[in-house]
């Protein structure tokens, strides 16, 4: 019982308050920042999912890594307090990302209005009926993009943007600087292990059968039109709005989205309710395992005369990163690499797949534009990557070429070899492909 009173004191407490906290400071810091003051202008991928997971382990780290030290996980190389942590933020993880769906909800407006010239400004908590419009289905714009998914990018997914200007009836537009647009999208994923002439074959059977969906469409078809605001979506019907006209300003333009689902279930869905039901099941889990174990005391003794704890992963990795003496390279390039990710993900990029015109509008090394006066692709390439699961394999790549190669060469002769051979590669690549995009450390790792 003495061990069980210290367990919950010391870990079981702690991990209740950080978790609460953090879900409620999260969703409240949310609802404030992007609903109500309306200047947290970030992608809803990266608040919905990415930040809450991110951040989680963060909180967890700093606030409940050592306490979780005193109990006595058997484990070979430290994993066992590696997978309490882990349980730990994934208990408060869930419950976070299910309360982002409750924020939104409660900050979602149903309006109706007569003309959409009505509307002044579509944030995506803004759903509108219009009693009276009409759509310039002879002036579509199309866009369309490609990214990969799954653990191995086993998926490729096609998506179409159609947009078409929404008028009122009762006055002729100038379409060709127009602002309210109703926009569709069609999605296909297929099997990204296919050949080339296999993807180029299904490309044009979706491209046919959306085509035809699109022209058969009825826009009048919707329970309440969404507006779109700070998303890949929205992205993707600025780029077809950019087809029909030269000079756009994206934040003067309203994007509606029919949406066949109402209004009134959708904000009857208890998700507060779900997200604090999955708070207790993942508390009660986390409970039992805390039980199991017996405390160490001399990690109880070490944790209260603050000193530091043994095996402790976490330390080792930031010292693994931090440039030293005997290993500057390495860690030096994985953090530009690093920085350089997380500002342009938080630029709107996607986390999992950027899609090619992304890659490329940020300086992907392509023959046409490096032959047409932008050579600098050649270098600024290397510091881009088509997604997390490519920048933490190259990240790797770097860490371990970069010592063994610094031990011989030194700082200067291993930095210049890294960049001459990333160079060298991206040279390579435009001579032999014409059309691929080619970004990230592999040429200079490889």
Known sequence: MKDLGLKIKYVYFRYLLVGVLYILFYSFFRWFFEYKLGILHLKDELLDFWLPLILAFVVVVIWLRKRIFILNIKAKNGQGFLAYRFVAAITIIIPTIIAQYHVKHISSQLVMVASPYEINKAKDTDLYIIEDFDVANYYPGISATSRTGGSRDESLYYTLYFVVPLIDKNHQPDLSNHSYWYGLKFIRRINNFVSDEKKDQYWQDFYTSSLQKFKEYNYKDYDYLQGLAYSEDRDGYIRAIK????????????????????????????????????????????????????????????????????????????????????????????????????????????????????????????????????????????????????????????????????????????????????????????????????????????
């Open 243 to 446: 087809e029909l006209q030269k000079e756009v300003d994206v934040k003067k333009l309203i994007i509606l989205e029919p949406v066949t689902d109402s209004f009134l279930k959708k904000k009857a869905a208890n998700h507060l309710a779900w997200a604090f039901i999955s708070f207790i099941i993942g508390a009660f889990v986390f409970l039992l395992m805390i039980v199991i174990p017996s405390v160490n005391y001399e990690e109880l003794k070490r944790y209260k005369e603050k000193q530091t704890m043994h095996n402790d992963d976490v330390k080792d990795l930031l010292s693994f990163l931090t440039p030293n003496n005997e290993d500057f390279v390495g860690p030096l390039l994985i953090l530009i690499n690093l920085v350089v990710f997380v500002v342009l993900v938080f630029s709107g990029i996607g986390v999992i797949s950027a899609t090619p015109q992304e890659l490329l509008d940020l300086g992907g090394n392509r023959r046409f534009e490096v032959l047409n006066g932008e050579p600098w692709r050649l270098f600024i390439s290397m510091f881009l990557h088509d997604g997390l699961i490519h920048l933490m394999m190259n990240l790797v790549g770097i860490g371990i070429t970069c010592f063994w190669i610094e031990i011989y060469f030194g700082r200067f002769k291993t930095l210049l070899i890294y960049l001459v051979s990333g160079i060298v590669a991206s040279i390579s690549s435009i001579f032999w492909y014409e059309n691929t995009i080619s970004v990230g450390a592999s040429g200079a790792i490889f």
